[in-house]
């Protein structure tokens, strides 16, 4: 019974050992997609600022003819355009490089294009903490792969300890024997045929007297695996606690920075569309104008990269509770 009961937890084990490596798979792809989002939205940025510092130049070279621009403006113009092309080049190189690893993810060739959604989604999270943290210590597949390698301990235990009991052995045999005689040599008025019938039933106990402290070992190892488990579940279920209580932190601090993003970005936009409209009536010098654009790209960016780490820590909450949703 013990031997039956130690299959089944191993079974349990398995399953859940299985789902923990298919939810970590899972999340190591979406992880690679939404970075290939994330890359692919700064290439957009960096393409639009570099449209931004294309028309600033051509405006200051049509003023050099005119005879309204310094050289200074000029060749600000063109040092910023051709650091502007200078970016677009190392993120068009970080696109690649994020596209192969989503391939390889997927166990793809790393040239195969794919084409992508330019948003990343922040669906809400209907729950609070201490559902989040009931949740994880209910179906995280870590911890109840580890409860089950605990029961599976406990069982090797009463099983080293059987070996210290006596042991009945029942034993049953049955034998059936039919003969047929033929020849000249056969009396006459014997029976040609013979029959036997037989059975045999055994009882037998038996006990361990002494085997060199082999089966004492065996159980005192046994003990030890089982504390080494139940030190190893009681750690695991610490840092999934921990885990929670920092992975939903991180998750409110990042949608908060998120909203703050937003509202940063439409000053900075609002900001450039006004001094680009003083630039080309040359109510501002370039240099503002540079500020302004650089202000707004860097507002772009920090929305774009705080959404994928809000993203991302959504993704770590729903592993920790073994509900990992792919939208």
Sequence with gaps: FADKKRYDEL???????????????????????????????????????????KRRLELEEIRRDLGGSSSTDLLNARVNYNNDQSTLLDQQLAVTIALNELNIVLARDPLIPVVVKKEIVIPPLPMGYEEILKMAQEENS????????????????????????????????????????????????????RHSIDSTVGLFL???????????????????????????????????????????????????KVKLEEENTLTAQQNMELQKELYATGASDSL?????????????????VSRFDARISLLEIQQLIGKVAVE
């Design 11 to 53: 079974a349990m084990s398995g399953e859940y050992g299985a789902r923990d490596r298919i939810e970590r798979t899972v999340v190591s792809i979406m992880g690679a997609f939404f970075n290939l989002v994330q890359q692919e939205q700064l290439l957009d940025v960096i393409r639009d600022t570099l449209a931004v510092s």
């Design 142 to 193: 870590t911890l109840m792969t580890a409860r089950f390698d605990k029961r599976v301990a406990e069982e090797d235990v009463r099983i080293a300890k059987s070996a210290f009991w006596p042991r009945l052995s029942l034993n049953g045999n049955y034998g059936y024997a039919d003969r047929a005689l033929f020849g000249d040599e056969i009396i006459p008025g014997t029976d040609r045929r």
């Design 206 to 256: 038996s006990f361990n007297v002494f085997n060199g402290n082999v089966d004492r070992i065996n159980f005192q190892n046994a003990r030890l695996d089982l504390l080494n488990r139940d030190l190893s579940l009681k750690n695991i279920e610490n840092e999934i606690t921990g885990l929670v209580r920092e992975t939903y932190t991180t998750y409110e601090k990042r949608m908060a």
């Design 288 to 304: 503002d104008f540079r500020d302004a654009q650089v202000l707004y790209a860097r507002a772009q960016v920090s929305l774009i």
